[in-house]
């Protein structure tokens, strides 16, 4: 053998169990770490296309839409994106984009890829946008479509989407909405708010692991993509191939990728929990884990980034780094003591806050109870050992 085989894998795996109280991932229910031992099975067996039906059914409810083309495609939530724009611009298309974190850039830049011509609508760091703004935006620049982040993971702002699809669609618009850290946290309603594609993330509220990501296409954004000139850039998210994999258009389902049916299990079951406890009260659970979180912030003497209390994120919060304190000694005490996630910032609020996340099988008050009482320990002690090395 030219390469011998690595010493290291005769060693063991070494996974501890950490609380993830960070952007997400958030940790897996019990069930769904079950769910994920289960035997691997053949991506045409008719007992794994039955799990892509039941997936199906469930993303339809947790998007509350009707649309048919509703799948998961087999990628990170990031991937979302990338399959909503790569379907849905063709080359000179305008496109705008609402950035008020990192999330707007990316999509920013993957729509230019696509070939769009991008115009940008920007909002100052830790707050979002009105109606207004979006309509005037929209007149302005006639864009074929507009994208917006319900929940900007990186600065924990909550965008309002009420009214937007009747404005969008009063232009001529489609509506993009990104969910992927808002889902399950605040009221969501694909179908009665007018969105044309959205995808969140199975590894946040829906607390399955990362790697598979619901997505859903209105009618409208199913026409667009099957009267396009050319076909979409990138073959592995095409929807007109997939949505036959997932057998959305009433035909045979036809092989497109081999799906990850250990994937499939975790995110069936992340999806059934939701369910059994009903999304409203999913919702409910973390808007009065936010409040407690919230009060015990500012309780502490430490400011939140997001000013308005109504912009404010449930499952993400951003809260400001305190002056002449070293965020990563605090997020170290905290993950070398407790094996407890806490983030630091992302994109345009690197070094600048914490981002905390209460998502899923995570939010509970014993762990904002938890997180606080560490973080209040971490930053003393990143207080008292200024140049503390960890
Ligand atoms: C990922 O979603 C992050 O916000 O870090």
Redesign the pocket.
């Known amino acids: 053998m030219d390469v011998p085989p690595p010493e290291v894998l005769s060693l063991p795996m070494v996974v501890p169990s950490k609380t993830l109280m960070?952007?997400?991932p958030s940790n897996c229910p019990p069930s769904v770490l079950q769910a994920l031992s289960l035997p691997v099975l053949g991506h045409l067996h008719p007992e794994c296309t039955k799990i892509m039906d039941d997936i199906k059914a469930g993303i339809q409810y947790v998007f509350q839409t009707k649309n048919e083309l509703t799948l998961a495609v087999s990628a990170s939530?990031h991937a979302g994106m990338e399959a909503v724009l790569c379907n849905l611009i063709e080359p000179g298309d305008k496109v705008l984009i609402a950035v008020n974190g990192i999330w707007g850039e990316r999509a920013n830049i993957m729509a230019s890829r696509y070939g769009a011509t991008v115009h940008r609508l920007e909002a100052a760091l830790g707050t979002n946008f009105t109606l207004t703004e979006f309509e005037d935006a929209i007149r302005l620049h006639k864009p074929a479509l507009l994208f917006v982040v319900q929940g900007e993971?990186?600065t924990g702002v909550y965008q309002p989407l009420e009214g937007l699809g009747l404005i969008c669609h009063k232009y001529n618009c489609l509506l993009v909405v990104d969910t992927?850290?808002s889902l399950g946290g605040v009221p969501f309603y694909a179908d009665r708010w007018e969105v044309d594609a959205v995808y969140t993330?199975s590894q946040k509220v829906l607390g399955a692991p990362p790697g598979i990501t619901p997505i859903s296409f209105s009618s409208r954004a199913q026409e667009k993509i099957l009267a396009r000139k050319t076909p979409p850039k990138v073959y592995y998210w095409d929807m007109t191939i997939l949505g036959d994999y997932w057998s959305c258009f009433g035909r045979p389902r036809v092989y497109h990728h081999t799906i990850s049916s250990t994937l499939l299990y975790g995110l069936r079951e992340g999806l059934s929990l939701v369910g059994k406890e009903g999304i409203e009260n999913v919702i409910n659970r973390h808007k009065m884990c936010a409040q407690r979180l919230h009060k015990g912030l500012q309780a502490m003497g430490l400011q939140m980034l997001v000013a308005k209390e109504s912009a404010r994120l449930p499952t993400?919060t951003a809260v400001k780094v305190p002056e002449n304190i070293d965020w990563t000694v605090v997020t170290g005490y905290a993950m070398k003591h407790y094996f407890l996630e806490i983030?630091g910032g992302?994109g345009p609020t690197a070094n600048k806050i914490f981002?905390i996340g209460i998502m899923g099988y995570n939010a509970t008050n014993d762990n904002v109870d938890f997180v606080l009482k560490v973080l209040e320990e971490g930053i003393n002690y990143a207080r008292e050992n200024r140049s503390a090395k960890l």
């Open positions: 960070g952007p997400g939530g993971s990186s992927v850290a993330g993400v983030s992302l981002r």
